[in-house]
């Protein structure tokens, strides 16, 4: 819990509303997979390989490659001094 969670007019979120946004994250994301695999009015449907594809490059390039370049850049961070914070 953050300071700013106790200053008037904030609320801390509750479970229910968590929940709600991880269903409606999940049901968008399912919408957005169906809509492109099937099509949708005069759209024409992108094929499944290319979906996967996809979805595949996005895993990729968000679990691996930024994992390693955030290792990176913490350990350089780590490994250097700053002089205002050596106090």
């Given at each position: 819990m953050s300071p700013l969670d106790k200053?008037?007019?904030r609320s801390n979120p509750s479970a229910p509303a968590q929940t709600a946004i991880e269903t409606l994250s999940s049901?968008?994301?399912?919408?957005g997979v169906m809509i492109g695999t099937y099509?949708?009015?005069?759209?024409?449907?992108?094929p499944l390989g290319y979906t996967a594809?996809?979805?595949g490059y996005a895993l990729?390039?968000?679990?691996v490659v930024n994992d390693f370049v955030k290792?990176?850049?913490i350990a350089d961070y780590?490994?250097?001094t700053?002089?205002?914070l050596d106090r």
């Open positions: 200053l008037p007019g049901l968008d994301a399912t919408a099509g949708l009015a005069e759209l024409e449907p992108i594809l996809i979805i990729v390039c968000s679990l290792v990176a850049l780590q490994n250097t700053t002089p205002a």
